[in-house]
């Protein structure tokens, strides 16, 4: 059975919507892990109903902002203004990918 789009639903986009207004998140040169992203998405969504998953989380980011593959990992570009919600785990986080990157030259 193919799972649907939620991309195509107005309650779906009204509901990530929310979350960028929540979060202040617009376009922007700041780069941000899709995961990380996503967690940041987990905890605006506590008590809601209806979570989107990963891959559907994915599919509304590249809707809404600007994205690049790097190391099989899909990065969007948004304004600074998120780092205020950053935790050092999620900046950690994004860092395992330009460590890995850094210790492959290295080499």
């Not at 376009?27 to 559907?56: A, C, E, H, M």
């Not at 969007?76 to 950053?86: D, G, R, T």
């Amino acid at each position: 059975m193919k799972k649907e789009n939620k991309t195509k639903h107005k309650g779906w986009m009204e509901h990530f919507e929310q979350f960028l207004h929540e979060y202040c998140i617009k376009k922007g040169s700041f780069f941000i892990k899709d995961s990380v992203l996503y967690k940041l998405y987990g905890k605006w969504r506590q008590n809601k109903p209806s979570p989107l998953g990963k891959t559907q989380f994915n599919n509304f980011c590249k809707l809404y902002l600007n994205h690049k593959l790097i190391q099989k990992n899909c990065w969007f570009s948004v304004n600074e203004s998120i780092k205020v919600h950053l935790t050092e785990d999620l900046i950690n986080e994004m860092s395992k990918t330009g460590a890995k990157q850094k210790t492959k030259q290295k080499v």
